[in-house]
């Protein structure tokens, strides 16, 4: 600990120079700019200056002066070690960075330098949104990306994405053209992107478009694309991953991504797997406006639960989870490896039993893949070690179970394989040696089993009957001096040391025993002293406890080092176990969601018989009602228009089509009876008329910045879906917006489209579009209420039903009458028949308030009465009342 920690205030008078602390502070400091220092002071990280400004207001503790520095306070603040992790996770949650400079040296040894000195400090490690690695700092369904963008003006790829997940090791590259690149920065959704000043300059505005991600601007150098080549041979073996099979671009991105992650781990290993090379056109392509209104991974709010994820998201495992995660943010655009996951899933929906209980066995498999990261940084502790035996064994479990059954999918077999071949031995070597419920770290001992070493058993034992020596020593001591109340007791300043009450310590003074008894310390009610044999029996526990300490570390290490000996199996393991918990829990999903086995091909198809929407599905149905099914027939570049009342359900109908596309191709049975698909290369889906006011574009201008993308980008395999686009701006302007969309959706891009509108106008297309069709949503009146029957139906809605869902809404019934009025004026006049004009209405005079309804209020009083819910006493209250209420009405 250092010893003068707060001497910065000690030593700095106002008009002193710079203090040895001081100087040592201001230059970590300066070797890390854009990162909050934590400076380890003693039991705190201090943060000193505009640190602790920034620090105090977000984690809303108490900001202190402390000291002078250039004849100015120093304002400073701090967090406990012990409570540091979580302040850590807040600022990082806000975006922050955070440097945790340690002390790196024994404070004795700066005191051998002089009473003076510093104790020397470091950064040991720089905490940023993109690198952590700890798992209470850590969503553990979520993944954690770390992405670097590199930019080239001239050759092989405009930009180039590596991206990595520091906590399970998962790393990617790929080469991305500029227009895609926001598609792909969508779909990875760093937490922190690391960029050049001029590539996040030549980003523009976009870059805001990337909402919660941390934007990091780093020098240029870090993404130099030779220095990259030596950077990647310096991390994986040349036999893994060969630098010159990337482009320069890709190059360039990945070793900047290696060597910031270096840097923020100060000098331990980079333990990244080798990368996968993507290739953006073997995904499907949605945008970040398509994800958002899908509600994909989160629903705009920013939730999983309600979400498309959180909707179908059965794994039992976080690691399933997060592979499930990246495989719905990225559905696949090829038909082969499409139907080779769903025929894995259709084999688990077939065998349910065995299903179930491969879910069962999952359950009992840990995440190791984070445990194994942490062991590979040195961060790790006996509970990563445990957890790798565990899942381990879980492995070799599941193996077996998969070998039971027959004509496995290949998938499925080379899964069972793959876990067949887990590190049996490895796992029996850990459980040998690990107690069952070990500590986090391993710094404190006890967590090797008894019996497993010998010469750790004999120091435990030593120091065991060494405290039998000691109750036996309290005896002999309490008989020798006839103090029955003297006691043998323990504290971390003392040690160990005898305890008599304060009244009888004096005793212990005289000379009879002054030459045993050593006086320690005087308290109110007790005086404690020590004796030379049981100053001698504390050296001997200490002794037993330091060396029984040293051979568990030693243990320890030798476990690490056998299981990063194993990491590649280990990954491997990790990656079966995660890939059959996706399957298994899609197949379950499939049985007890009733979904389907969907077609996927070549073909321009898109024919679902009764879809439904998963999520609204579920709302719908925990409230009792039942989902209304759907058809939808868009093969061969269909475009449907769908009219319909308000509320009727036309939304929900839309994006029900684009979810199961996604879900179809992501390798998921699908929410419908039938569902043939030719396989969609990218999903756009719109909803007319939001704004973006921290973008500086308004609700219009959104509207139709999304529209020119998708006519700029949709190809003939493209899935559109337009809800209600052109209703932002003035009625004939939006309508004549709209109809040319269409137009040119079915004339030039051909693609397979949904598009809702509430211009009924638009219905006409029909007669001149050979492929566009009317639907409708169908509603059904009675006594004047609209009842809403979520039925699609062929033709077109002759009106909206506006006014019928305001007054579900609540609108007042003047508001309301007025509005019907309203309405038939117009609806008369744009039928042409005798000319009510606009003008004629006498537009800002209200209508008188009907008057209201007549109600005797000793009828209204009868009818709210429930006598059964009546005490005699109540009963009695309200004989009074209602005779009152007679009085009132006879008087009026
Ligand atoms: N197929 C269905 N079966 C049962 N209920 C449905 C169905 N479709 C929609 N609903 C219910 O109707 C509500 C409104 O649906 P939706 O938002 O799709 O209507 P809409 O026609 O798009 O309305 P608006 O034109 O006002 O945007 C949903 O929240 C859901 O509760």
Same mark, same amino acid.
């Given at each position: 600990?250092?010893?003068?920690?707060?001497?910065?205030?000690?030593?700095?008078?106002?008009?002193?120079?710079?203090?040895?602390?001081?100087?040592?502070?201001?230059?970590?400091?300066?070797?890390?700019?854009?990162?909050?220092?934590?400076?380890?002071?003693?039991?705190?990280?201090?943060?000193?200056?505009?640190?602790?400004?920034?620090?105090?207001?977000?984690?809303?503790?108490?900001?202190?002066?402390?000291?002078?520095?250039?004849?100015?306070?120093?304002?400073?603040?701090?967090?406990?070690?012990?409570?540091?992790?979580?302040?850590?996770?807040?600022?990082?949650?806000?975006?922050?960075?955070?440097?945790?400079?340690?002390?790196?040296?024994?404070?004795?040894?700066?005191?051998?330098?002089?009473?003076?000195?510093?104790?020397?400090?470091?950064?040991?490690?720089?905490?940023?949104?993109? @690198?952590? *690695?700890?798992?209470?700092?850590?969503?553990?369904?979520?993944?954690?990306?770390?992405?670097?963008?590199?930019?080239?003006?001239?050759?092989?790829?405009?930009?180039?994405?590596?991206?990595?997940?520091?906590?399970?090791?998962?790393?990617?590259?790929?080469?991305?053209?500029?227009?895609?690149?926001?598609?792909?920065?969508?779909?990875?959704?760093?937490?922190?992107?690391?960029?050049?000043?001029?590539?996040?300059?030549?980003?523009?505005?976009?870059?805001?478009?990337?909402?919660?991600?941390?934007?990091?601007? !780093?020098?240029?150098?870090?993404?130099?694309?030779?220095?990259?080549?030596?950077?990647?041979?310096?991390?994986?073996?040349?036999?893994? !991953?060969?630098?010159?099979?990337?482009?320069?671009?890709?190059?360039?991105?990945?070793?900047?991504?290696?060597?910031?992650?270096?840097?923020?781990?100060?000098?331990?290993?980079?333990?990244?797997?080798?990368?996968?090379?993507?290739?953006?056109?073997?995904?499907?392509?949605?945008?970040?406006?398509?994800?958002?209104?899908?509600?994909?991974?989160?629903?705009?709010?920013?939730?999983?639960?309600?979400?498309?994820?959180?909707?179908?998201?059965?794994?039992?495992?976080?690691?399933?989870?997060?592979?499930?995660?990246?495989?719905?943010?990225?559905?696949?655009?090829?038909?082969?490896?499409?139907?080779?996951?769903?025929?894995?899933?259709?084999?688990?929906?077939?065998?349910? #039993?065995?299903?179930?209980?491969?879910?069962?066995?999952?359950?009992?498999?840990?995440?190791?893949?984070?445990?194994?990261?942490?062991?590979?940084?040195?961060?790790?502790?006996?509970?990563?070690?445990?957890?790798?035996?565990?899942?381990?064994?879980?492995?070799?479990?599941?193996?077996?179970?998969?070998?039971?059954?027959?004509?496995?999918?290949?998938?499925?077999?080379?899964?069972?394989?793959?876990?067949?071949?887990?590190?049996?031995?490895?796992?029996?070597?850990?459980?040998?040696?690990?107690?069952?419920?070990?500590?986090?770290?391993? #710094?404190?001992?006890?967590?090797?089993?008894?019996?497993?070493?010998?010469?750790?058993?004999?120091?435990?034992? $030593?120091?065991?009957?060494?405290?039998?020596?000691?109750?036996?020593?309290?005896?002999?001591?309490?008989?020798? @001096?006839?103090?029955?109340?003297?006691?043998?007791?323990?504290?971390?300043?003392?040690?160990?040391?005898?305890?008599?009450?304060?009244?009888?310590?004096?005793? $212990?003074?005289?000379?009879?025993? +002054?030459?045993?008894?050593?006086?320690?310390?005087?308290?109110?009610?007790?005086?404690?002293? %020590?004796?030379?044999?049981?100053?001698?029996?504390?050296?001997?526990?200490?002794?037993?406890?330091?060396?029984?300490?040293?051979?568990?570390?030693?243990?320890?290490?030798?476990?690490?080092?056998?299981?990063?000996?194993? *990491?590649?199996?280990?990954?491997?393991?990790?990656?079966?176990?995660?890939?059959?918990?996706?399957?298994?829990?899609?197949?379950?999903?499939?049985?007890?969601?009733?979904?389907?086995?969907?077609?996927?091909?070549?073909?321009?198809?898109?024919?679902?018989?009764?879809?439904?929407?998963?999520?609204?599905?579920?709302?719908?149905?925990?409230?009792?009602?039942?989902?209304?099914?759907?058809?939808?027939?868009?093969?061969?570049?269909?475009?449907?228009?769908?009219?319909?009342?308000?509320?009727?359900?036309?939304? %929900?109908?839309?994006?029900?089509?684009?979810?199961?596309?996604?879900?179809?191709?992501?390798?998921?049975?699908?929410?419908?009876?039938?569902?043939?698909?030719?396989?969609?290369?990218?999903?756009?889906?719109?909803?007319?008329?939001?704004?973006?006011?921290?973008?500086?574009?308004?609700?219009?201008?959104?509207?139709?910045?999304? *529209?020119?993308?998708? $006519?700029?980008?949709?190809?003939?395999?493209?899935? !559109?879906?337009?809800?209600?686009?052109?209703?932002?701006?003035?009625?004939?302007?939006?309508?004549?917006?709209?109809?040319? *969309?269409?137009?040119?959706?079915?004339?030039?891009?051909?693609?397979?489209?949904?598009?809702?509108?509430?211009?009924?106008?638009?219905?006409?297309?029909?007669?001149?579009?050979?492929?566009?069709?009317?639907?409708?949503?169908?509603? +059904?009146?009675?006594?004047?209420?609209?009842?809403?029957?979520?039925?699609?139906?062929?033709?077109?809605?002759?009106?909206?039903?506006?006014?019928?869902?305001?007054?579900?809404?609540?609108?007042?019934?003047?508001?309301?009458?007025?509005?019907?009025?309203?309405?038939?004026? $117009?609806?008369?006049?744009?039928?042409?028949?005798?000319?009510?004009?606009?003008?004629?209405?006498?537009?800002?005079?209200?209508?008188?308030?009907?008057?209201?309804?007549? !109600?005797?209020?000793?009828?209204?009083?009868?009818?709210?009465?429930?006598?059964?819910?009546?005490?005699?006493?109540?009963?009695?209250?309200?004989?009074?009342?209602?005779? %009152?209420?007679?009085?009132?009405?006879?008087?009026?």
């Amino acid at each position: 600990m250092d010893q003068a920690p707060f001497d910065i205030a000690q030593t700095a008078p106002a008009s002193a120079a710079v203090t040895p602390m001081m100087a040592q502070f201001l230059e970590i400091k300066a070797i890390n700019p854009g990162y909050l220092l934590f400076y380890r002071m003693g039991d705190f990280y201090e943060m000193f200056f505009e640190d602790a400004e920034i620090a105090a207001a977000a984690l809303g503790i108490v900001l202190t002066r402390r000291g002078k520095h250039l004849g100015e306070d120093i304002p400073m603040c701090g967090v406990p070690i012990h409570a540091a992790q979580d302040y850590l996770r807040k600022l990082i949650g806000l975006g922050h960075k955070v440097a945790i400079c340690e002390q790196v040296e024994d404070p004795a040894e700066a005191r051998k330098r002089g009473s003076k000195s510093v104790v020397k400090r470091d950064v040991v490690r720089l905490v940023t949104p993109g @690198t952590l *690695t700890e798992d209470d700092l850590l969503p553990p369904r979520e993944a954690n990306y770390l992405a670097a963008l590199s930019m080239l003006r001239h050759g092989e790829a405009d930009f180039a994405l590596a991206w990595a997940d520091v906590s399970t090791g998962e790393t990617a590259v790929a080469d991305v053209p500029a227009e895609a690149l926001m598609d792909e920065l969508a779909r990875i959704a760093p937490a922190e992107l690391i960029l050049a000043p001029a590539t996040a300059e030549a980003l523009g505005t976009l870059g805001q478009a990337l909402g919660r991600v941390v934007l990091s601007k !780093v020098e240029p150098d870090l993404f130099e694309s030779r220095k990259a080549a030596e950077r990647i041979g310096a991390v994986f073996p040349l036999a893994e !991953v060969d630098p010159t099979a990337f482009s320069r671009a890709g190059r360039a991105a990945l070793g900047a991504l290696l060597a910031y992650v270096g840097e923020s781990q100060k000098g331990a290993p980079v333990a990244l797997r080798a990368p996968a090379a993507e290739r953006v056109a073997a995904h499907m392509a949605i945008d970040l406006a398509t994800r958002n209104s899908l509600e994909l991974l989160t629903t705009q709010r920013g939730e999983v639960r309600g979400s498309l994820l959180g909707e179908i998201d059965c794994c039992v495992t976080p690691p399933g989870s997060r592979l499930l995660a990246r495989r719905l943010a990225a559905p696949l655009a090829q038909p082969d490896p499409v139907n080779a996951r769903l025929d894995m899933v259709e084999a688990l929906v077939e065998e349910s #039993r065995l299903c179930t209980q491969l879910r069962e066995g999952l359950k009992a498999a840990p995440d190791l893949t984070r445990g194994l990261t942490r062991l590979a940084l040195d961060r790790g502790g006996p509970r990563d070690l445990l957890s790798i035996a565990r899942a381990v064994g879980a492995a070799g479990a599941l193996a077996e179970r998969l070998a039971g059954a027959d004509a496995l999918p290949p998938g499925l077999a080379a899964i069972a394989r793959t876990l067949g071949d887990a590190p049996a031995g490895l796992a029996e070597a850990l459980s040998a040696a690990l107690d069952d419920s070990p500590p986090l770290s391993a #710094r404190d001992g006890g967590f090797v089993r008894a019996g497993f070493d010998a010469a750790l058993d004999r120091e435990r034992a $030593l120091g065991t009957e060494t405290r039998g020596v000691i109750a036996a020593l309290q005896a002999r001591l309490g008989e020798e @001096t006839g103090l029955k109340s003297l006691k043998i007791r323990h504290n971390n300043v003392l040690g160990y040391f005898l305890e008599v009450p304060a009244a009888q310590g004096a005793r $212990l003074l005289e000379p009879e025993h +002054r030459d045993i008894f050593i006086h320690r310390q005087s308290l109110a009610n007790a005086m404690r002293f %020590t004796t030379p044999e049981l100053a001698e029996l504390e050296g001997a526990i200490a002794r037993a406890g330091q060396a029984a300490l040293e051979i568990e570390a030693a243990i320890f290490s030798r476990l690490v080092a056998e299981t990063l000996a194993q *990491t590649d199996r280990l990954r491997a393991t990790a990656d079966a176990l995660a890939e059959l918990d996706v399957t298994a829990a899609l197949a379950h999903l499939a049985g007890t969601r009733n979904f389907c086995r969907p077609e996927i091909d070549d073909s321009l198809a898109f024919a679902i018989e009764g879809g439904r929407h998963p999520v609204v599905e579920a709302m719908v149905s925990a409230a009792g009602q039942p989902f209304v099914a759907n058809d939808c027939d868009l093969s061969d570049a269909g475009l449907w228009l769908v009219t319909g009342p308000n509320m009727g359900g036309k939304s %929900t109908f839309l994006r029900q089509n684009a979810l199961i596309a996604i879900l179809a191709q992501t390798g998921s049975f699908v929410p419908a009876q039938r569902a043939h698909i030719g396989v969609v290369d990218r999903v756009f889906s719109r909803v007319g008329a939001s704004d973006d006011i921290a973008g500086g574009r308004s609700t219009f201008m959104v509207e139709m910045v999304e *529209t020119a993308a998708i $006519l700029n980008r949709a190809t003939q395999r493209s899935l !559109v879906i337009l809800d209600e686009i052109g209703r932002g701006t003035a009625t004939f302007d939006g309508l004549s917006i709209a109809w040319a *969309t269409v137009e040119s959706l079915h004339d030039e891009t051909r693609c397979r489209g949904l598009f809702a509108t509430h211009f009924h106008e638009m219905t006409a297309l029909a007669k001149t579009l050979a492929r566009v069709s009317n639907h409708t949503m169908t509603v +059904r009146e009675w006594e004047g209420e609209v009842v809403f029957l979520h039925e699609v139906a062929a033709g077109a809605a002759d009106r909206s039903y506006g006014i019928a869902v305001a007054k579900l809404a609540g609108l007042p019934e003047t508001v309301l009458s007025r509005a019907r009025h309203v309405l038939a004026a $117009l609806e008369q006049r744009s039928s042409g028949t005798p000319a009510i004009v606009l003008d004629d209405l006498p537009l800002f005079a209200h209508a008188a308030p009907p008057p209201k309804p007549d !109600v005797n209020p000793i009828d209204d009083m009868l009818d709210r009465i429930r006598p059964d819910e009546l005490t005699p006493r109540a009963a009695i209250d309200l004989v009074y009342e209602l005779k %009152t209420l007679r009085d009132a009405a006879r008087r009026s």
